[in-house]
């Protein structure tokens, strides 16, 4: 749901640690039927044990971005498998005439194998996109816990599959396709829901770095607080596909007896022109001494004001939202 961006020089190092191995895989595809030939012939055009291989569609496949690489997804498919559609892949249970070649194609673009099982290579790609808190929710910490070998290798977060790999294996190592992420939304929330890119925000497609939505605190029935995402569902439907699709609204319900409830007790017992001053005084007071906006902003409030930021710490767009809510701050904080 929040942006994510990527260096366009990684693609580079990205080819160079994962194409190696991918194209052996699919040289040494074990099996010699029509089925196993014809595959091969479309990801390495040309290959022979005599002949370099033309490794530009499987280099595609790693780093297209998501719109490329769904259509090229889309081009190999329906020469793979007679009589494709994307629709299909919907279905909770898969017609027959795609399992068999899922499950091959699932046996080379091995994510576990590849990736997922690799902490040398898991770690250092999540190190690399290097936000703290999980692009679906910004709710969870997902820091990344490195070392110099795998007994030092402690946590990451986990890389959900946007397209998921289940039926989309193609696109199983796509660079873009792995998304940061909390077990929450990977497993429990989103799952091997299949998204459109037409009508579900992916982090690497999406404009701006804050969100199409606001968070706005609110009473509930009960009397107690709780938190509303406020979206204009007719502009942007597509984001609130992806709300109900994370069960945002739900899981930051939780959130109304904690950290909302916090901040509007906060609000209640001082006025928001007296914590305006508090906040221009320590502005001033701190600028003099070096310290930028935002560091005070940080220190006042631990979280983050930009929303190109937001990500490095859980729950900032909710506490930014609410304190312009308040008027505590201003919309120009930068």
Not at 171 to 180: A, G, K
Not at 221 to 234: I, N, P, S, Y
Request: aromatic share 12%.
């Amino acid at each position: 749901m929040w942006k994510l961006n990527i260096d366009k020089s990684f693609e580079a190092e990205y080819i160079h640690r994962m194409l190696p191995s991918l194209v052996t895989r699919v040289k040494t595809w074990k099996g010699r039927t029509s089925l196993y030939q014809s595959f091969r012939s479309e990801l390495l055009p040309d290959w022979n044990r005599d002949h370099p291989a033309e490794t530009d569609i499987l280099e595609k496949l790693l780093i297209a971005k998501p719109t490329e690489a769904h259509a090229l997804n889309e081009q190999l498919m329906k020469k793979l498998v007679v009589g494709y559609s994307e629709a299909d892949l919907t279905q909770k249970i898969l017609p027959k005439k795609y399992r068999r070649r899922l499950r091959i194609l699932a046996g080379v673009f091995d994510y576990d194998e590849a990736l997922g099982d690799s902490k040398s290579k898991s770690y250092w790609l999540a190190e690399h996109i290097g936000h703290n808190s999980c692009t679906y929710c910004n709710r969870q910490y997902t820091f990344t816990v490195s070392g110099k070998n795998n007994d030092e290798r402690i946590t990451r977060p986990a890389f959900d599959h946007w397209f998921p790999k289940s039926r989309f294996p193609l696109l199983s190592l796509n660079l873009y396709n792995l998304i940061p992420c909390c077990a929450v939304c990977n497993s429990g929330a989103k799952g091997d829901k299949v998204f459109q890119l037409t009508k579900f925000v992916h982090p690497y497609e999406q404009e701006d770095d804050d969100p199409k939505f606001k968070f706005v605190p609110n009473i509930s029935d009960k009397g107690e607080w709780t938190v509303v995402l406020e979206r204009d569902k007719v502009a942007h439907p597509e984001v609130d596909n992806t709300i109900k699709a994370f069960e945002l609204d739900r899981i930051y319900d939780m959130h109304g007896p904690l950290e909302v409830k916090e901040l509007m007790e906060f609000a209640q017992a001082y006025s928001n022109t007296y914590l305006q001053q508090i906040y221009n005084q320590m502005k001033g007071d701190l600028g003099t001494a070096g310290f930028s906006q935002e560091e005070v902003y940080r220190m006042l409030f631990g979280t983050e004001s930009i929303p190109s930021k937001y990500l490095d710490r859980p729950l900032s767009k909710m506490k930014h939202d609410i304190m312009e809510y308040l008027r505590i701050i201003e919309r120009d904080v930068e």
